[in-house]
């Protein structure tokens, strides 16, 4: 702790257990948590992680104790707990995240979000959705409540897309389709097999990548939304953009003469 901002420079006083802080103090904890987690302050079970000391070889989390909501029966429980960055649609989120339930929020953030599959283009199935913040008379702010169970950080960030920034596109049926794709504007080394000889496949494709579609010695057409049917020559790269679907087909023989 310390009456001035923690810094680089600034460390502060240990803390010692059953001691008394008053209001205005600065707080930080400094540890490094296990799996790619940082290490935070948290306070009566609440995270802490607004203030970032700048200036440092590695992230310290400080943040200004405030009695009035800080403390509960008069008692400040301080903790260490471990949390991941949060992004949401590019904007990074105040605070420190676990991969679990009832994580809040604080408002601003409100929409439906997506997780990438694993090395994919497209979004993983079941999306985050961020409700209206609700007020909290514990804080005086308002919060959002969601669930982040089951979501993976890398480099210690959890990072979700918002749901705007997907195309729904429709491998149609009757066909099976390779599809060579980009990922962070690199094409895979392999490309995916989507089976859509019984059934059609739909995938919500990140906005801005490349697609090139095949099937095994047929031609493949591309319709937008309502347009008409566009035949793809041979390796033709496509760009998935736009608000409206995008439908993969295979081109439909001619029928006989009359």
């Known amino acids: 702790y310390s009456d001035k901002p ?5 460390a502060g006083t240990a803390l010692a257990n059953n001691g008394y802080i008053v209001d205005g103090l600065y707080l930080s904890l400094k540890g490094v ?3 790619g987690a940082l290490a935070a302050l948290s306070i009566n079970g609440e995270m802490q992680g607004k203030e970032v000391v700048t200036g440092s070889s590695e992230e310290i989390y400080a943040v200004t104790f405030d009695a009035a909501s800080m403390t509960k029966d008069g008692v400040v429980a301080l903790d260490e707990m471990s949390g991941y960055k949060l992004e949401l649609g590019g904007k990074a989120v105040p605070g420190l995240f676990k991969g679990a339930d009832n994580q809040k929020l604080p408002e601003g953030f409100e929409g439906k979000y997506y997780a990438m599959e694993d090395g994919e283009p497209w979004a993983a199935a079941t999306p985050v ?3 209206a913040a609700v007020y909290d008379a514990v804080t005086g702010t308002f919060k ?3 669930s982040l169970d089951g979501l993976t950080a890398v480099d210690g960030v959890i990072a979700l897309s918002s749901a705007e920034d997907f195309v729904e596109v429709v491998f149609a049926n009757g066909a099976d389709y390779s599809v060579e794709y980009t990922v962070n504007g690199k094409w895979a080394s392999t490309a995916e097999d ?3 000889s019984s059934a059609a496949v739909t995938k919500l494709v990140l906005s801005g990548t490349k697609f090139i579609v095949a ?3 047929e031609v493949v057409t591309m319709t937008v939304g309502n ?5 793809l020559t041979a390796e033709q790269e496509v760009t998935i953009s736009g608000t409206e679907t995008i ?3 295979q081109k439909a023989a001619a029928g006989p003469n009359p």
Do not use: L
């Open 215 to 217: 099937i095994d010695g």
């Open 129 to 131: 959705v961020v409700p």
């Open 247 to 249: 439908t993969f087909a």
């Open 33 to 35: 948590a296990k799996g």
């Open 6 to 10: 923690i810094t680089a420079d600034n």
């Open 144 to 146: 959002s409540t969601v």
């Open 227 to 231: 347009g008409e049917a566009e035949e």
């Open 194 to 196: 989507m089976t859509a």
